[in-house]
């Protein structure tokens, strides 16, 4: 009886065992298939991007890409940074200062993606001046606040600095 | 195929089942019964199954990286090598699965040429089974050609171009499979488009194939036919897929020493310099397990003959269960057609071997000598030996070796009554 | 049966020795102590740096490696120079870019994203620049030759005066481990042609040695992470088999038949 139960417990153990091991090695072996869609090492490379922006003038835009979306670099006029720093907050479906998302105040940084449904709104236009989606009629202001429209949140601002006053590197 | 129905336990398997019977078919490909007997060369079965879903499931990330076009072909294959996330690992389980594929399919072939597994009543299972493997040829040869390599371009031409040996219409022939006026790149775009179709026509041969097999049941090593289910067979699971499991994990130890330690060695050098339209390597040979047929379409000095020849060695298969026509199965019994047996084999290694090297002197003389034994086996000796050949006396079963010492006609007579009943 | 296994192993074995046989004929190539050979192989850091260094002064005046970035300097498993060194690296080569808003292509320093920038703009001005012969790509050199490193070593180290009764063109040199025994290369490495940074002596030798590595890594980026993975996975493969085997012969004792 006892001997009958001890192999019992044996075999259970080496099925069990062979389970285990047969189990681990099959997720080791799915890791590589699902890893393989992520961004390979030239796409992550890529990553930042370095823009020279002396040739803007006050008031224009250049659109650059970066990580295969737009980035809206836009150099702002004296009258549309003021604009967008005495909106009041309590109006805005996103609130946020327009100092948190600008460096220096003069240069807007964002990703130029509606936040709705990821289209590329056209710059100047719209009832606040800024950009308006033209899928779904999402208005943003001179910061790249949502502030009128299906759109939930402003327009993301990329990470970024200033590596002189000329230029700015991306990501 | 068991005696009593399947009835699903659950109610809603009961419900699901009498819809879509899938629980009686995993049912009965769990207690399928099988020869006891079966030894490690019928584990192949198995192992062709994972090397299939192998490269279906590595192609097909493959192609996720990889573009078919004649100037970015050859970058993008060096893309994945170097970029894509655990890129390397998947081409060359994808390029050395297909020589393991090829290893295994031979030694399945030649199991059954041994033990007779084509005889009457499989004869279906190996025409699919011949079918698969000239589909797999076929797979092979258009995928060595994506990377786009000197290799993958001047093979691309050397085979394409045996079409041209087709009387009147083989010009017309050659450049619609082109696609233009030599290999360039519409003939890349669509081998890529049929190199990725040709895996799921091979993968609905497989199924039909084992359908087949599932019909008169497994062959085995004494080539009897056995009562099923009785005292000489086990349930298919979990017998047989514990011993295929454990055989599988052999081979993959083999197949991941190739992947890990020597990814290269079943290639060839030159598929890393890109095609040049140019420039022919000094030496073409086309991957290790075409080139028993290479050696035979090289062994002719006529263009047309080589051709005809080269395909007739491998229709000549299809015909084989009515070539030999011996009632005994298993070579184990047949003590004259073991020895030719061995003697094909090693025919067709030397046919591999001269296919490799130059097509002159010595090497040409063996090659003709090779070809000509080849046809020899199949069409003279086969015919001749199932009709001359004393063959040793057949066990009655499997589990009781004892020997019936009846002459072997009327034993098969009774083997098959016993079936019929 | 076992009889017929063994016969089917002994034929298999001779093909292999017959194949690996021919393999071994004509010159014996120059076979180094590699250490990247083997199953636990890896890649001499420092050599490989100083291989790069030997590619970049010497073999990239002719040979491109248009396959390779400057930022695959400063991966794991390769030369690995610090994110900086590599920084440097690429900025020191003028890529061309652009167009820029008015359209017009600009120059720029190298950043590592970018690809090696060969000297030529195309095969053709390459072979024209070097008497009609095109002096190969280096990415995959190593893998696209029969022999491999050893291959590429030997020819760097094969250079002799011709025999008396091997009459040369202008323009063509001796080589023993050359296919035809001629090469349209002049022999590259003379010692000292290049100082290296770390101070080692740049024999003719330890200069082939160095950049026969950097051009092995270069055609197998990931030969180390291979190699590391393989040994796990056979470990890996070695213990499930076993407890497999285990399990089925538990199994198999159900009946009589062996397994």
Partial sequence: MDKLEKKTNRRDFLFTASYTVGAVGIGAVIWPFVDQMNPDRSVKALATTEVDISQIEPGKSITVLWRGKPVFIKRRTESEILEAQKVNLNELPHPEKDEERVKKSEWLVMLGVCTHLGCVPLADKGEYKGWFCPCHGSHYDTSGRIRKGPAPTNMEIPKYEFVNNNTIKIG | ?421 | MSKINLRFFLTLLFLFSITSSNAAEKVKLLSPDWSFKGITGKFDRASLQRGYQVYNEVCASCHSMRLLSYRNLGEKGGPEFTEDEVKNIAASFEVTDGPDSQGEMFTRPGRPSDRFVSIYPNVEAAAAANGGAYPPDMSVLVKSRKGGADYIYSVLMGYEDPPANIKLDEGVYYNKYMEGKKIKMSQPLMEGIVTYSDGTNATEEQMAKDVTAFLTWAAEPHLEARHKMGFKVIIFLIILTVLVYFSMKRIWSRVDTEV
């Fill in chain 2, 1 to 421: 195929m068991s005696d009593t129905p399947y009835v699903p336990s659950s109610k809603f398997g009961k419900w699901f089942n009498d819809r879509l019977p899938l629980l009686t078919l995993s049912a009965h490909l769990q207690d399928y019964p099988t020869p006891k007997n079966l030894n490690y060369w019928w584990t192949f079965g198995g192992i062709l199954t994972f090397c299939l879903v192998t490269q279906i499931v590595t192609g097909l990330v493959l192609a996720m990286h990889y573009v078919a076009h004649a100037d970015l072909a050859f970058d993008s294959i060096e893309h994945i090598m170097r970029d894509v996330n655990y890129g390397w690992l998947l081409r060359y389980i994808h390029s050395n699965g297909a020589s393991m594929f090829f290893l295994a399919v031979y030694i399945h072939i030649f199991r059954a040429l041994f033990y007779g597994s084509y005889k009457s009543p499989r004869e279906v299972i190996w025409i699919i089974g011949m079918l698969i493997y000239i589909l797999m040829m076929a797979t092979a040869f258009m995928g060595y050609v994506l990377p786009w390599g000197q290799m993958s371009f001047w093979g691309a031409t050397v085979i394409t171009n045996l079409f041209s040996a087709i009387p009147f219409v083989g010009e017309g022939i050659t450049t619609w499979l082109w696609g233009g006026y030599s290999v360039d790149n519409p003939t890349l775009t669509r081998f890529f488009s049929l190199h990725y179709l040709f895996p799921f026509i091979i993968l609905g041969l497989v199924i039909l194939h084992i359908w087949a097999l599932h019909v008169p049941g497994n062959n085995n090593p004494i080539g009897i036919d056995i009562k099923k289910p009785s005292k000489d067979t086990v349930p298919f699971h979990p017998y047989i897929t514990i011993k295929d499991l454990f055989a599988l994990l052999i081979f993959i130890i083999i197949f991941s020493g190739f992947i890990f330690f020597s990814p290269n060695v079943m290639g060839h050098p030159d598929n890393y310099i890109q095609a040049n339209p140019l420039i022919t390597p000094t030496h073409i040979v086309p991957e290790w397990y075409l080139l028993p047929f290479y050696a035979i379409l090289r062994s002719v000095p006529d263009k047309l003959g080589g051709v005809i020849l080269l395909f007739a060695s491998i229709f000549i298969l299809l015909a084989l269960p009515w070539l030999d026509k011996s009632k005994v199965r298993s070579a184990v019994f047949r003590p004259i057609y073991r020895i030719f047996f061995w003697v094909l084999i090693i025919d067709v290694l030397a046919l591999g071997y001269v296919g490799a090297m130059p097509a002159e002197g010595l090497y040409l003389l063996i090659a003709r000598v090779g070809t000509a034994y080849y046809f020899l086996h199949f069409l003279v000796i086969l015919p001749f030996l199932s009709r001359v050949e004393k063959t040793d006396p057949l066990p009655l079963s499997i589990s009781e070796p004892v020997f019936g010492g009846m002459p072997k006609p009327a034993m098969m007579k009774s083997d098959k009554k016993n079936k019929n009943e």
